[in-house]
T-cell receptor, first 115, second 112 residues
Framework: EAGVAQSPRYKIIEKRQSVAFWCNPI?????LYWYQQILGQGPKLLIQ????????DSQLPKDRFSAERLKGVDSTLKIQPAKLEDSAVYLC?????????????FGQGTRLTVV | DQQVKQNSPSLSVQEGRISILNCDYT??????FLWYKKYPAEGPTFLIS?????DKNEDGRFTVFLNKSAKHLSLHIVPSQPGDSAVYFC???????????FGSGTKLNVKP
């Protein structure tokens, strides 16, 4: 079974530039998550989709971050404009359900460096 | 507001000995707990989980213990191996939640 695919693996951009990340979840997984992991911290949920609808985006900085999940499968996360504090690993995960007794499966992440 | 806490940033253990990683939570509504392992430059991988109806779950060398009254869980690795060296994250969720809450992680170093 293929895992969660993310691209790119690494990205370096200057502040105020824009960047986009792509995620392809495990086939059949209805729930998709985008997490931000800053060095030394645990993953923090940015946005959660159930199929192509947003379930939770309470911690997404909506003035600069946006995400979409077209047709309930692939998803993109965009940052525009980027700030230095956005430097982090961006993890995409998917699960069959939403919390409860199901686990989330993570991709390898995209390491973003904003200079 | 951090609802899941891992107070030990790092732990060093000799190969063959037991590793004990601890996790505390504050929300009594959590009823499902997970441990993830993360190697550098990789995403977290699911390791083991436990439901609140149990107080112990075992999978090979890995055992998770849950103490609901203390809102505390721990991961035991016996015997520890150098390949276990990684960052371990505790996470919590539940039937009343639609997301996972993660701790800040504990970096385990198993010395040969």
């Amino acid at each position: 079974e293929a895992g969660v695919a993310q691209s790119p693996r690494y990205k370096i951009i200057e502040k105020r530039q824009s960047v986009a990340f792509w995620c392809n979840p495990i086939s059949g997984h209805a729930t998709l998550y985008w997490y931000q992991q800053i060095l030394g911290q645990g993953p923090k949920l940015l946005i959660q989709f159930q199929n192509n609808g947003v379930v939770d985006d309470s911690q997404l900085p909506k003035d600069r971050f946006s995400a979409e999940r077209l047709k309930g499968v692939d998803s993109t996360l965009k940052i525009q404009p980027a700030k230095l504090e956005d430097s982090a690993v961006y993890l995409c995960a998917s699960s069959l359900g939403t919390g409860g007794d199901t686990e989330a499966f993570f991709g390898q992440g995209t390491r973003l460096t904003v200079v | 507001d951090q609802q899941v806490k891992q107070n030990s940033p790092s732990l060093s253990v000799q190969e063959g000995r037991i590793s004990i990683l601890n996790c505390d939570y504050t929300n009594s509504m959590f009823d499902y707990f997970l441990w993830y392992k993360k190697y550098p430059a990789e995403g977290p991988t699911f390791l083991i989980s436990i439901s609140s109806i149990k107080d112990k779950n075992e999978d090979g060398r890995f055992t998770v213990f849950l103490n609901k009254s203390a809102k505390h869980l721990s991961l035991h690795i016996v015997p520890s191996q150098p390949g276990d060296s990684a960052v371990y994250f505790c996470a919590a969720s539940g039937s009343n939640f639609n997301k996972f809450y993660f701790g800040s992680g504990t970096k385990l170093n198993v010395k040969p």
